[in-house]
Structures are given as C-alpha cells and as structure tokens.
C-alpha cells in the first residue's frame, strides 16, 4: 500500500514528455511512470555509491596493507560503531 506523498511542479514539455513516455511503454498513468523511473534510477545511484570497483593489483595492494595492520585503537573502533548506526539503508 502506498503511504508516502511526493508534490512537485515541472515544466510542461518535461510533463508532455513524461506523458509520452510513459504512454509508449503502456503504463497507466504518468504517476507509474514517475515513480517506475524514480525507483530504478535511485535504485542505480544507491549501487553505483554502494561499492568500488578496482584493479587487481590495488586489490592486492589492500589486502597486504590489510594483513599487516595492527589491531584497531578504542578511537577507530568507537568511530565504525558510529557509522553503523548512521548507514543508510
């Protein structure tokens, strides 16, 4: 069920053509177009920030770096309980 509301105001050739678009792919209504679009492209930038993508040699590079770390300092440790608590998810 549907339970949050969006209000927005756009020109009215990106309506026309949001209409147009969303006619050609047989969808219902503008508002399905919307929020089809709105869903996969926040879907996208959520994963493109998500993760890094690297060569293997800098991959090697980091787990070496990785293995000869000294155990984190109380500083650290209290710094990714933090982050964890503020994630997005």
Do not use: W
């Amino acid at each position: 069920m549907t339970t949050a509301r969006m209000d927005l105001r756009l020109d009215e050739h990106i309506k026309a053509k949001a209409e147009k678009a969303a006619a050609l792919l047989g969808l219902s209504s503008l508002t399905e177009y919307v929020v089809r679009t709105l869903d996969a492209d926040a879907t996208r930038v959520v994963a493109e920030h998500g993760s890094i993508v690297v060569s293997g040699d800098i991959f090697e590079r980091f787990m070496t770096a990785c293995d000869a770390a000294r155990a984190p300092n109380a500083a650290l440790v209290k710094a990714a309980k933090d982050a964890q608590e503020f994630t997005v998810r």
